[in-house]
Nanobody, 117 residues
Framework: VQLQASGGGLVQAGGSLRLSCAAS????????MGWFRQAPGKEREFVAT????????DYADSVKGRFTTSRDNAKNMVYLQMSSLKPEDTAVYYC???????????WGQGTQVTVSS
């Protein structure tokens, strides 16, 4: 599975951004999609996941109520709508796909999000 994340950029605190992740290379079926982020000097951390059918979504406490993830299986796309952004949201955001059948993880190249105060 190849993952291509996009949509990052520079935004002021309180602003919004929408990240997109395009998946290719195999069927989107059976993949739990997720978003992770890594700030400078910190470990990569979980942000959000969404089940194959989109019926289950989980979020890190730090983004609950501000971020929303969604997916379009017909287009092999997953999204992360981010609002009320804070400077501490600044990080490289990575798209992740997990094959629920064998546990294999796939990662995209990341997109930079910078929130200025």
């Amino acid at each position: 599975v190849q993952l291509q994340a996009s949509g990052g950029g520079l935004v002021q605190a309180g602003g919004s951004l929408r990240l997109s992740c395009a998946a290719s290379g195999r069927t989107f079926s059976g993949l739990v999609m997720g978003w992770f982020r890594q700030a400078p000097g910190k470990e990569r951390e979980f942000v959000a996941t969404i089940s194959w059918a989109g019926t289950r979504k989980d979020y890190a406490d730090s983004v609950k109520g501000r971020f929303t993830t969604s997916r379009d299986n017909a287009k092999n796309m997953v999204y992360l709508q981010m609002s009320s952004l804070k400077p501490e949201d600044t990080a490289v955001y990575y798209c992740n796909a997990k094959n629920i059948l064998d546990g294999t993880d796939y990662w995209g190249q990341g997109t930079q999000v910078t929130v200025s105060s």
